[in-house]
């Protein structure tokens, strides 16, 4: 089902002009009531889209700096909701919304979620964290939109979890890749089984996740799994969202102009090419946002979709630019290495990357779990039993093949790896 009709299959010349009239609004708000833009693009006007590239960008530095109510272009009281991201370096940063960016927020999630199948009546779990991350309230409010049967669980309290979602037996589930297989995974132990919940449908977001997550999820919890994007400076989650063709998250291109540039050089990038993503807002109110570098990897598509949706698409995100490890002048994202670890069937879906900076030479080390299948083969955990290092041999080798570094691999005990209740932390950095 297509929620909006009208905005999501708009043919490409009128979105392109409609696009062009609310980057110029979105311009002349800005610059008229927010200082930090109106001294950095003063009496600027686009006459056509391409005319963007000409505007500097806006740092999340940007928004630290101006924190926390610096970037507002509405008197304070008009914004009716703050949201702020977790902030693990210093301040938090500060997303503001008036009564009418909320609606856009709905809006977008309505559409994210119908694409992804969600239906009215549906029975949603919610195992995103409500408060000041934007994923619970985010999905809750674009659910209710849609007339989902909301159940506000949050993150966290796995317990809770199984019972609500054993006893209300929920059409969907919402939640981080990592949290869903966690939640999964404490099930089995305590003797329930994650395929009889009955859930049709996984939305889930907030971190960057593989395609070798996907078929554990799908093939743990019976369902089909769908990515759903955002961040929380732009609006939150419903930035993006992937279709049932699943060939690309469409963004929600009508509030939120995406571009792609080179992550180093800040050049433009055509379609096609892989870069950091820059988005634009199209009709925020309270803290619009111009050119805003959004730090996440991805490649853009114009081609119209399968599904009949004519939105620009944009491939899953392979990382964050600041998560990219150069080690031995080797590039490498852990979603890279997730991809050759989850291709091999006997590891489990639970890694990490200790990246150690103490030597001259920073050194990578891989941790991974062996699955429940091969241990139960091997009568147990043991890193020596021959299967065991056999593996151990091989992950290395497909790793060095795919990332062109030789790495260090270890197949470490069974939960050994610490899980997450929202996003996952997959590099530990030691020095
Ligand atoms: O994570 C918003 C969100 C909540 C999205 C729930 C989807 C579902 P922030 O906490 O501000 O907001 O973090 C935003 O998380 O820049 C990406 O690096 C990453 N991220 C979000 N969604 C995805 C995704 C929320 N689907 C940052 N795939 C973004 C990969 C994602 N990374």
Not at 229 to 241: D, Q, R, T
Request: net charge neutral; hydrophobic share 40%; aromatic share 6%.
């Amino acid at each position: 089902m297509i929620w909006n009709v009208e905005a999501e299959t708009m043919a490409g010349r009128a979105r392109e002009r409609l696009q062009l009239e609310r980057v110029q609004e979105t311009l002349r708000w800005a610059v008229a009531r927010v200082p930090f833009h109106r001294e950095r693009l003063g009496a600027v006007t686009i006459g056509e889209l391409a005319d963007l590239a000409r505007l500097p960008f806006v740092h999340k530095a940007d928004l630290r700096d101006h924190y926390p109510f610096g970037l507002l272009a509405v008197p304070r009281g008009e914004v009716v909701r703050i949201h702020a991201s977790s902030g693990t370096r210093g301040k938090p940063t500060v997303a503001a919304y008036t009564a009418g960016d909320l609606d856009v927020w709905r809006e977008v999630m309505a559409r994210a979620l119908t694409a992804a199948g969600a239906r009215r009546g549906d029975l949603l779990h919610i195992a995103f964290g409500y408060g000041l991350f934007t994923g619970g309230l985010g999905f809750h409010d674009g659910a209710e939109r849609v007339g989902m049967t909301v159940v506000p669980v949050s993150s966290g309290n796995t317990t809770r979890h199984h019972l609500l979602l054993q006893d209300f037996q929920p059409d969907a589930i919402a939640a981080t890749p990592s949290f869903a297989l966690h939640l999964a995974e404490t099930l089995a132990e305590h003797g329930g089984k994650p395929r009889e919940l009955g859930l049709r449908l996984g939305l889930f977001g907030a971190e960057p996740w593989t395609d070798g997550i996907r078929t554990a999820l799908e093939r743990t919890f019976g369902l089909r799994a769908f990515d759903i994007y955002g961040l929380s400076e732009i609006v939150g989650p419903g930035v993006a969202g992937e279709c049932e063709t699943r060939e690309g998250l469409h963004i929600a291109d009508d509030h939120f102009l995406p571009e792609i540039v080179d992550p180093v050089s800040g050049a433009s990038l055509p379609s096609g090419r892989e870069g950091e993503l820059v988005l634009t807002t199209l009709t925020k109110r309270a803290m619009p946002l111009i050119r805003y570098r959004t730090g996440d990897i991805t490649t853009l598509t114009v081609e119209p979709c399968r599904c009949g949706r004519t939105s620009a698409r944009m491939a899953r995100i392979k990382g964050r630019s600041d998560d990219m490890l150069v080690v031995k002048g080797v590039n490498v994202y852990p979603s890279e290495v997730e991809r050759t670890l989850l291709a091999l069937d006997e590891l489990a879906p639970h890694y990490q990357l200790v990246v150690d900076r103490g030597t001259t030479l920073a050194r990578l080390e891989v941790q991974v779990e062996p699955g429940p299948a091969l241990i139960a083969r091997c009568g147990g955990f043991s890193p020596d039993h021959p299967e065991i290092a056999a593996l151990r041999r091989r992950a290395a080798d497909q790793l060095r093949q795919a990332t062109g570094l030789s790495v260090e691999l270890t197949i470490v005990a069974p939960r050994t790896i610490p899980r997450s209740e929202g996003k996952a932390v997959r590099v530990i950095e030691r020095r």
